[in-house]
């Protein structure tokens, strides 16, 4: 099976571009998704948080404070590190679960640091999602009502836009109308199925 590894900075339409690929029948592995689960309440990795970063990532119901976690770790790059020295190495045995029960041509899975990590080693092609870092700000800052400084930190933990793009091997530009976002999805499927 071609393993497909979609990625793309904060804002550049991953979600939405998955959400394509499916409607196209494509099967999607999304890294996000996974390491929502693996933090829920309960969840033996959501312990492993608490007794590394305290208490105060924890909500009084005992749920993850995702704002208090990622204003944390987007200020000091060692906490970055600790996150993903504990969530990485579960997000890609989950992946790696997950893409043996499928029986598809071909699969996305999307990680929005695949760049980053060493997991481009378990995919084929890398298909990189991109748009202007003006419309990164402006869709997150929409999306997710983050500040215009708390986003700017996100894009620069992020591998450069130009290094994204010179590691990539097919792009898919989301700065176009949706029409044209799904017809690049679309030339995107077909190839890919030709080629598994």
């Not at 305290?54 to 996150?83: H, M, Q, T, Y």
Request: with cysteine.
């Amino acid at each position: 099976m071609l393993r497909i590894g979609l990625t793309g900075g904060i804002g550049c339409g991953k979600s939405t571009v998955s959400k394509l690929f499916q409607q196209l029948g494509a099967p999607v592995i999304d890294a996000d998704v996974i390491a929502h689960s693996l933090v829920t309440t309960g969840q033996p990795a959501l312990r492993q948080l608490e007794n590394a970063f305290g208490s105060e990532i924890i909500n009084a119901d005992g749920s993850l404070d995702r704002a208090a976690l990622r204003e944390r770790v987007f200020a000091e790059p060692a906490e970055k590190k600790k996150l993903e020295n504990i969530l990485h190495p579960l997000i890609y045995a989950q992946i790696e679960a997950e893409i043996r029960q499928l029986r598809a041509p071909y699969c996305i899975v999307s990680i929005p640091l695949l760049l980053e990590t060493n997991m481009t080693t378990r995919i084929d092609r890398v298909l990189v999602i991109d748009c202007p870092v003006e419309t990164q700000i402006a869709r997150v800052k929409q999306r997710d009502g983050l500040s215009t400084e708390l986003i700017n930190r996100i894009i620069a933990s992020q591998v450069s836009r130009d290094t994204r793009l010179s590691r990539a091997d097919d792009i898919i530009d989301n700065s176009k109308t949706p029409r044209q976002l799904a017809e690049q999805v679309k030339k995107l499927h077909n190839l890919y199925l030709k080629w598994s």
